[in-house]
């Protein structure tokens, strides 16, 4: 989009906020058959639509700018869609056609239309899903911090005091001890004044992305009815989801924040790796273990992920960057509203975008990642398994199954490969820098879909999420990418340690 008519439209947006009247008038066409369309009103010409802003109080309401679509029709014509996000959770479109002329970029005709705010949750429907335990609460927190009166469903790898660890499967709730204290990030998040609503349920020992369990029965998805919430941080997800936590505290290995957060329509944090302290968590593959969190305010997160993380004063981004590479792997309407996404953060930033190319060997990272983790995750929790035959979904048993006999050499070498994929990371997204790409390669696959489908989905997202996993790079969600009214997520990876400004992005 060229730099003027991206300014022209970013003054229009901040002149509707503002009710500049002067402005509006200004930036429309002063033409007599200049059009302006919302609801069952239209109007024809510059004074009409003059005179009709006179009447009206107030600017445009509070909203965001989530996506920002061009199709150029002419050099000096192009159509811009502008999707919005309101404070009460209805959606907005705008959309304008732009003339360029003597006196430069105007608009010559535009259509303004919204949805109404989504229905509020009644009653705790398909709880028994979401929830292994609950109170009220669970646990108290301190009484005094800057997370009071959050609650958090904690995902059932947490220790917490008082309480076993089930980790999504039957057999192995039932021969957890009671844990005797909090485990470090649930004792930090209480410090800081939240309290634990329940204990949520994971995919079985947290080894998938789809947030299926044939024990416990799939957590409903409220942002995507009928569609799977994305795993294994699938409990926490759909309870912060449905409104009935306002954090999740959850883990996320190769994506199991990210992509629940993407399915889910939430803000999600995979931290750097060991940023967070993992005490007290039960371990997957632990060179790519992390605990982070999920919400539906971003303000909220970012506050809770203070409480989390070491004090540091990191360098703010100042540069977004894309690989086009990346983006292609995600499904051609995910891809078209990525690059709206993108323009859109741009404008609220006012940070360029430039091209890179972040990896020309992405299929040998991820089966080296895959190596890993599997031999790590079979070291965990082998022995387990062979003692309980049949406890395990197939699909759960056959991923274990992988590391089992991974031989020494195969590991030594997948481990060189990813020792080199974090050093091209490092030097790719050096500080200041966010990497943008999906978070997902599609919306959520509906709960139905045949076990072939899901996996394919979850391979194509496991090249998008498995590079900050791999690096132990952060990583954090915006719900902003809309396909056929479902969500998909903003992913944007920073630097080692750089958190905290990733999060600032989130709350701009």
């Known amino acids: 989009m060229p730099d003027e008519l991206l300014s022209a439209f970013w003054s229009?947006?901040?002149?509707?906020?503002?009710?500049?009247?002067a402005a509006l008038d200004h930036w429309f066409s002063d033409a007599p058959d200049t059009l302006r369309a919302e609801g069952d009103i239209v109007l024809t010409g510059h004074e009409a639509i003059s005179g009709f802003r006179r009447t009206r109080t107030g600017g445009a309401p509070p909203r965001t700018v989530e996506r920002v679509h061009e199709v150029r029709l002419a050099p000096d014509l192009a159509v811009l869609t502008a999707e919005t996000l309101r404070a009460d959770g209805s959606r907005g479109l705008q959309t304008q056609v732009w003339q360029r002329g003597g006196d430069g970029w105007r608009i010559r005709a535009a259509h303004v239309s919204a949805t109404r705010p989504p229905a509020a949750e009644h009653g705790p429907s398909g709880a028994a899903s979401v929830w292994r335990v609950t109170g009220e609460p669970l646990v108290a927190g301190a009484q005094n911090g800057p997370l009071t009166g959050v609650r958090v469903a904690v995902?059932?790898?947490?220790?917490?005091?008082?309480h076993r660890t089930g980790a999504g499967n039957p057999a192995w709730l039932a021969e957890a001890p009671v844990a005797q204290e909090h485990a470090d990030a649930v004792r930090l998040l209480l410090d800081a004044g939240s309290e634990v609503t329940g204990i949520a349920h994971t995919d079985e020992l947290a080894f998938s992305l789809a947030g299926t369990n044939s024990h416990y029965g799939t957590p409903a998805n409220p942002a995507a009815p009928g569609r799977i919430p994305g795993g294994s941080s699938s409990g926490p997800a759909s309870a912060v989801a449905h409104g009935w936590a306002d954090l999740g505290l959850a883990t996320d290995t190769a994506g199991s924040i990210r992509v629940p957060a993407s399915y889910c329509g939430l803000y999600g944090w995979r931290p750097t790796h060991a940023?967070?302290?993992a005490g007290g968590l039960l371990a997957l593959a632990p060179a790519f273990d992390t605990a982070?969190?999920?919400a539906r305010d971003p303000g909220v997160l970012r506050t809770a992920a203070r409480a989390l993380l070491?004090?540091?004063d990191p360098e703010p981004v100042h540069r977004l960057v894309v690989d086009d590479r990346l983006t292609t792997l995600a499904e051609p309407e995910v891809q078209a509203s990525f690059t709206a996404a993108c323009r859109a953060l741009a404008l609220r930033t006012g940070l360029p975008v430039g091209r890179v190319t972040a990896t020309d060997d992405l299929d040998d990272w991820l089966a080296a990642f895959r190596t890993v983790q599997a031999a790590q995750a079979w070291r965990e929790h082998g022995t387990w398994i062979d003692k309980h035959p049949g406890a395990l979904?197939?699909?759960i048993e056959t991923r274990f199954a992988a590391g089992r006999d991974v031989p020494p050499d195969g590991?030594?070498?997948?481990?060189a490969t990813l020792a080199e994929a974090r050093a091209r990371l490092d030097a790719t997204v050096p500080a200041g820098t966010a990497l943008l790409l999906p978070a997902s390669s599609s919306p959520a696959p509906f709960v139905d879909a045949p076990q072939a489908e899901v996996e394919a989905v979850r391979a194509a997202t496991l090249r998008l999420t498995c590079l900050s996993s791999l690096a132990g790079l952060p990583a954090v969600v915006l719900p902003r990418l809309r396909v056929r009214g479902l969500p998909v997520g903003l992913c944007l990876v920073g630097a080692r340690g750089t958190d905290e400004a990733l999060l600032d992005l989130a709350v701009v």
């Open 411 to 415: 590991l030594a070498a997948a481990e």
């Open 393 to 395: 979904a197939p699909e």
């Open 155 to 162: 995902k059932d790898l947490f220790a917490v005091a008082g």
């Open 292 to 294: 982070g969190l999920l």
């Open 275 to 277: 940023a967070v302290p």
């Open 310 to 312: 070491p004090r540091t």
């Open 12 to 21: 229009y947006e901040a002149a509707l906020t503002a009710n500049d009247l």
